[in-house]
């Protein structure tokens, strides 16, 4: 299975508030509950997280992408570390297991 790899902004907090002076931010947290759950979910060589500077989306925040060589590329904003994580985790069930990663 070709290797897929997730991207999580690690500069990212959410528009609705202040970034705060002192960690922990919410692209940390986020960032943890990402790897716990990959690492329960997925099998190492399936999917590997790459925390990066800014994907682009800022005023989304918090901001994620999710891509592979041969599948389109997913973007996705407005999500925080409580109530995004397991759909996130559903979500790439499915992309992972499409032969094209077109989810519908
Ligand atoms: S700071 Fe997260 S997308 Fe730019």
């Not at 919410?26 to 500077?53: V, Y």
Request: charged share 25%.
């Amino acid at each position: 299975m070709a290797k897929h790899t997730l991207f999580v902004c690690k500069s990212c907090h959410r528009a609705s508030q202040e970034r705060p002076e002192n960690p922990p931010f919410d692209d940390d947290i986020f960032l943890d509950k990402l790897n716990a759950l990959c690492s329960e979910q997925f099998l190492d060589d399936e999917i590997e997280i790459r925390s990066i500077g800014c994907l682009w989306a800022c005023d989304r925040g918090c901001v994620v992408s999710v891509g592979s060589v041969d599948k389109p590329t997913y973007l996705f904003v407005n999500l925080t570390p409580e109530e995004s994580s397991l759909p996130l985790m559903e979500f790439l069930q499915l992309y992972l297991h499409s032969k094209k990663g077109n989810i519908p």
